[in-house]
């Protein structure tokens, strides 16, 4: 299932109120945990995530043995769980983040959170929906067989990885375009996981091992820092797509005479280059970039046209209609390109 799908299957779920919790499993660093916290965003709604293999017994109730001793009573944290009486918000998403990766004790209350929505007599609020995540027992991540009773009270969802959907996200998260690009060129790297590997290809590892230490790193040590991140033979592709990238023709060379700039044919070559025009693209250019990418194939004639439009700064999912990203799509250039070409492409 494409994180799209997920997203839509949490709103829809938690807009009709229904009880039943979600498991959502994956291989790691697809990004589950972002989605939930996405989706809480989009429909303004609170947001709380507990990590399950790191709570203790008591971090699920506190107990108080009476003065005559005649019973035990718990205190349940109201900061790790949105129950009746906490301040937290009426609606929102409580994620048990790893639940795979929790110890048998651990599971068996959270078997009764997820099947009762109350811990230790404390009931959860009742616009709060549960969604569990975890990794694949597979994938040699630490996860566990969860125990039979509670699998039964849980609806499993497989995540998959989506290079629309992650495109998407990374053009309005300040992935670095150079990311972007190769990612496009090279979608099959964007989540390459080999549970025998000791370093993989991974959505979290290209966003907080590479992009973040883009233009950071000495560039005499850019090779070392991604294939501690991705892998050896990832980093050597991306590294050689990087010498690329920084050498092409210049998107401001580019502007002063698109009908007649410099064309590159290599198919690596005219990926790069649509992600560092799109980067560049704002309502006032957007007529002279369309000039030049018209000369290309009508793939990367799409491909430039989608990254181009996509809003940086969405507001609960949608563009915001304000920035030069949306103002694109009311220019001439972009209606007559939409009513026509791109009529059957641009989904």
């Not at 001439?332 to 492409?345: E, H, L, N, P």
Request: hydrophobic share 40%; proline share 6%.
């Amino acid at each position: 299932m494409k994180p799209s799908e997920f997203k839509s299957i949490i709103k829809a779920r938690h807009l009709a109120n229904l009880k039943r919790a979600i498991m959502v499993e994956s291989s790691p660093g697809i990004g589950k945990t972002q989605i939930c916290a996405q989706v809480a965003a989009e429909l303004g709604i609170g947001f709380k995530a507990i990590h399950a293999p790191l709570l203790q017994p008591e971090d699920y109730g506190f107990p108080v043995i009476a003065a005559d001793r005649s019973n035990v009573s718990f205190i349940v944290s109201r900061e790790k769980f949105p129950v009746v009486g906490s301040d937290c918000p009426e609606s929102g998403i409580l994620l048990i983040d790893e639940l795979s990766q929790a110890d048998n004790s651990s599971q068996k209350i959270l078997a009764n959170l997820i099947q009762e929505r109350q811990i230790h007599g404390q009931r959860l609020k009742e616009g709060w929906t549960i969604i569990a995540t975890g990794n694949r027992v597979t994938d040699r991540a630490g996860a566990n067989r969860l125990l039979s009773h509670l699998r039964n009270r849980l609806t499993t969802l497989e995540l998959e990885v989506s290079i629309d959907d992650w495109s998407q996200w990374a053009l309005s998260n300040s992935v670095k375009v150079e990311i972007i690009a190769f990612i496009r060129f090279r979608p099959e790297l964007l989540n390459s996981f080999d549970p025998h590997a000791e370093t993989n290809p991974t959505p979290r590892a290209w966003v907080e091992g590479v992009s973040a230490d883009l233009g950071v790193v000495d560039s005499a040590h850019e090779f070392s820092m991604f294939s501690g991140a991705v892998g050896a033979g990832p980093a050597a592709e991306f590294s050689a797509f990087l010498k690329l990238f920084r050498k092409l023709p210049s998107p401001d060379v580019i502007l002063l005479d698109p009908a007649n700039a410099q064309l590159p044919t290599e198919p690596a070559t005219l990926y790069a280059l649509c992600g560092a025009m799109a980067n560049k693209t704002t309502h006032d250019n957007f007529s002279r970039f369309m000039t030049y990418v018209g000369r290309m194939s009508p793939e990367f004639h799409v491909l430039y046209i989608r990254d181009a439009i996509r809003c940086k700064t969405p507001k609960n999912g949608k563009p915001c209609g304000n920035c030069n990203r949306c103002a694109v799509t009311q220019s001439a250039d972009f209606i007559q390109w939409a009513s026509g070409q791109g009529a059957k492409v641009l989904l």
